[in-house]
């Protein structure tokens, strides 16, 4: 390892600073910079670790010391001279660079480099290397592959797998001295890290086998060490030359500086697990009761909880994570939602509470992170941003954990949302660790030893459902448990969701018994006693029946509404398309006193807009909207008020849609407990008439013709695309007269999704349902055809389709492609700015996404000068399409109706 070997040669990151001058860090250095974080990431004393190499059959000083090796070759193709040629300095003992092509970045970029450096050293390697014996011509074919496992890892560094193909091209790009200097610096990094090749496994196909199931989070940390190994803050460029042993030992007091900077470490303290009642302040409920007395272990584990609205299966899921973090199952958790509304509020509820579970014994506080598309104009989180930091020793325990805290480091990129100890967002965050977009390695890391909680997974479609499937199972393998939340679960479903733990762990499938409701199933990987299921009560204050009332017209829901406006009640009508939403919007407007006391709360309004009707909704609407707001107000929406407001409502019409999402609909009627005043009182018995829900159908039909649904409610079928199960629905409504929860929860679902259900569709309306079931076999197929296939591990032969991150790779099946169009306003000075004014956010806030087809490609077009000066003086709005609603004679937009057609203010 002398100084003047020719790899001192080269230079791996350089940068020019205030005074415009390039500085470079040696190639070699940074190469040890990274491989000095990698292993201290892969430290033998972490249970990752040790997991790891349990697995792998090595010991763990093994593994960390091989990881370590593959690392410091992460940036081999650097050493090409067409990189070189990037950074021409004067006056250094760099090369001079020369060479027969320039450096293409988008096809032959330095890691694919990597692999051809590799590919030309390694045959020489291996007959220099130390192995125990000399291995045959089979062991030495094998240990050759088994080592490629890794250097994949290593080279795709940047977030995904290089392409392999056609390697010997990029030798055009090299000459015979970068090779030479590679070599050198291969064969000195080998004496330095002095790895082992254990001839047993890595002469082994079926232990090959084992490298590439671990490769992806192997290759996670290749992502993470490259970026903290990577800031000169901890590891300032140096082009002095010194032994690499001596530098070595820098680099390693750097890399424990840096990983404790990203709050990356080490995993924080569980605190101990307590009671419901001291870490909530109230008695527990009987679902809540059971999560803090049922037997757990440190094993993978898959909890199905089945309850009501209000039973409290948020606070029975965090103890369940508490007591499974506490029993060394897990290090955090991630509580993945199904949209941005409900990941915002849940994000303040989890803050309030989750330094009661994790604490830390160093300078900072376990991170939490809101991770969804649109969090950074979410306040909470950026308060956790700004409170991050070390802790003030001056003040009391109690004060330092009294904030949510998020370091800065975590919180800059979606990518590294998984990795802080406590995450909330969208469930489509975790579902992209199992699809070929880039940094998908990075984002399976941050999964592993967390505990996943989802909420609401009955809504989740064929295409969701199939993605779902493939990540319980890699999290399964990875060791993870699973909680999943629920107030209206097929049977059907439970038991798929059952059967995806089960095969995975390999236990043959068992048909789930019980069919009460609610229900804690619990399965666990015991061959023995696999599946619990355990029926449960539930409190009286959340027991309800709500009357049903069939109403065939809009003139029937317009005469409910005007009486109950009359009587001083507020009304919400629930429509299941935003053209119905607008129609009715204009209805009740044109009906009512004061046509201001009706909103209009739909998807098509731009985020600024949206937000505002939110705050205005809840205001009326909301736990604390007292009798004076909410008299005589109503609320025209569509399947947005469902899925993500803490609302209530006197009255409640909703247009016909499947039986469980009028059960959650139904659950915003008499939410919260008013008083005869009609202000909200916690702990009483509502004071209001019984309530009735007024569902909008067409006239029951026993024997009904094709057209039973599409007659009247065409917007309806297009929508929910099967009449079958909403007249199976209605039939059962009709027979009960009610919906009583929690007794008839289990019965209203299976007299829809049930095989004995299905049976029953007449037969005028089974044609329709086979169109559905062909459509839901679709979605389910091209989801599969997304999903990374894990057993060929990180390399290119895992997916032929990995996107960049600017590259749409959706986790949701959307049966009409949509636009985000970016809404524009001309000022004075004829200067075109975004729609909403905000000096932070101008683009997001004024963005609303339509249907492509129908919609954005009908809008009017900006010339190209107002096109190219938009994107140069916004530059994030590249990628969206551009519109100016006062130039546009065909649709318009205002902060009341969104986003309609011009001539009618609807959209028809």
Known sequence: MAIDCPYFSYWGKAQADVNSQIKYHLLPYHSLDV?????????????????????LELSPQQLNALFGFALALHDLGKFASAFQGLYRPENTSLIDANSRFGYDGSQ???????????????????????????PSRTE??????????????????????????DVTSVKHFTEPHNVEAARAFVNDAYR??????????????????RLEQVSWQLAGMAVLADWVG???????????????????????????????????????????????EYHFGFEPTPLQAWAEQVDLNDSPQLFILEDVTGAGKTEAALTLTHRLMEAGAADGFYFGLPTMATSNAMFSRVADHYQQMLTSDGDYQPSIVLAHGAREMNDRFQEAKLNAGPQDRHYDKT????????NQWLADSRKKALLAPVGVGTLDQTLLAVLPRRHQSLRLLGLNRKVLIFDEVHSADEYMFELLDGLLKLHLHQGGSVILLTATLSQNQRQRLANIWLSAVGIPVLALEETAFPLATHITIDPELPIKEQPLKSRPEVSREVAVSV???ESECLDVILASVAQGQCVVWIRNTVNDALAAHALVQEAIENPDDCLLFHSRFVLHDRKVIENKVLDIFGKQGGSQQRQGRVLIATQVFQESLDADTDVMISDICPIDDLIQRAGRLHRHTRNNQGHYQQGISDQRAAPVLYVHAPEWEDSPTADWLSLQFQNTEYVYRSPGRLWLGLRTLLTNGAIRMPEDARTLIESVYSVEAYEQIPASLVAKEHELIGAQRAKAAKASSQLLNLAKGYSDKSSRYWTEDNHDISTRY?????????????????????????????????????????????????SEQQTEAVHQAYPQAKYLRLWLPEQDSQFTYNETTGFCEQQTQEVS
């Open 551 to 553: 109403v065939h017209s």
């Open 140 to 165: 030495d074919r094998q240990l050759r592959k088994a080592v490629m496992v890794l250097m994949n890892c290593v080279f795709g560094h940047h977030g995904q797998p290089i392409d392999t193909k």
């Open 192 to 209: 330095l890290f002095q790895p082992e090749f254990p001839l047993d496994k890595f002469g082994c196909k079926n232990w090959r086998s």
């Open 814 to 862: 959307r049966d009409i492609e949509t636009v985000s169009v970016l809404l524009l306003k001309e000022d004075e000075g004829g200067e075109l700015t975004p729609w909403v004014t905000d000096p932070y956010f101008a683009v997001a806030l004024s963005t609303v996404k339509v249907a492509k087809r129908k919609y954005a490609d009908k809008l009017a077009s900006l």
């Open 399 to 406: 004060d330092q954990t009294a904030t949510a805290q998020c």
């Open 35 to 55: 491989a000095a974080v990698g292993r201290r990431l892969l430290c033998p004393s972490k249970t990752l670790t040790t997991d790891l190499a349990t697995f």
């Open 108 to 134: 032959y970029r330095h890691d694919r480099m990597g692999l051809y450096f590799w590919h030309e050293i390694e045959p020489g390697f291996f007959d220099q290397i130390t192995l125990e014996e000399t």
């Open 230 to 276: 990577s800031n000169r803050e901890y590891f300032p460029y140096k082009n002095v030359i010194e032994p690499l042993s001596n530098y070595w030992a820098v680099a390693q007091r750097q890399a424990q500086k840096a990983l404790k900077a990203a709050a990356l470490d080490q995993a924080p303290k569980v605190a101990p697990f307590q009671s419901v």
